[in-house]
């Protein structure tokens, strides 16, 4: 099995450059610039496995989006938080929105990368992806 991966950001250059990476990984990445685009992606293709999603943009705030994916259309494929926000603001919005957990973007893309490996081997433990002997 090969993870899916759906990420919702603003920013142009950081949807390429997380993209790149987690490809990089192994994982199957689509990326969504707005929510519309992330709408039409969750309607077109099979549900993610996992969901990154920002925080801070220009249409609602992320942890809203989360809020409805878990409430209103019942997902419970994990969601990670992205943002440059402070981690205690973050860990108060994840917990809010019942998001899985959260990264922030100040901790850099290792990080991010680091957390969806976790996230991913702790929810689909018959994948090899995220560990160092499915990357060698």
């Given amino acids: 099995?090969?993870?899916?991966?759906?990420?919702l950001d603003d920013n142009a250059t950081t949807l390429e450059i997380t993209k790149e990476a987690l490809e990089n990984e192994g994982y199957d990445v689509d990326t969504a610039l707005t929510l519309a685009e992330f709408e039409?992606?969750?309607?077109?293709?099979?549900?993610?496995?996992?969901?990154?999603v920002d925080v801070q943009m220009p249409e609602a705030y992320g942890d809203s989006v989360v809020s409805?994916?878990?409430?209103?259309?019942?997902?419970?494929?994990?969601?990670?938080?992205?943002s440059g926000l402070p981690d205690g603001e973050l860990e108060r919005r994840c917990a809010d929105s019942l998001a899985t957990g959260f990264v922030s973007k100040l901790a850099?893309?290792?990080?991010?990368?680091?957390?969806?490996?976790?996230?991913?081997?702790?929810?689909?433990?018959?994948?090899?992806?995220g560990s160092p002997d499915a990357r060698a």
Avoid: W
């Fill in 68 to 82: 409805t994916l878990r409430r209103t259309h019942s997902v419970t494929a994990p969601i990670l938080l992205v």
């Fill in 108 to 129: 850099g893309l290792e990080a991010l990368v680091a957390m969806v490996n976790h996230v991913v081997a702790s929810t689909y433990p018959s994948t090899d992806l």
């Fill in 1 to 7: 099995m090969i993870p899916r991966i759906l990420v």
């Fill in 40 to 52: 039409s992606l969750r309607s077109v293709r099979p549900v993610p496995d996992v969901f990154l």
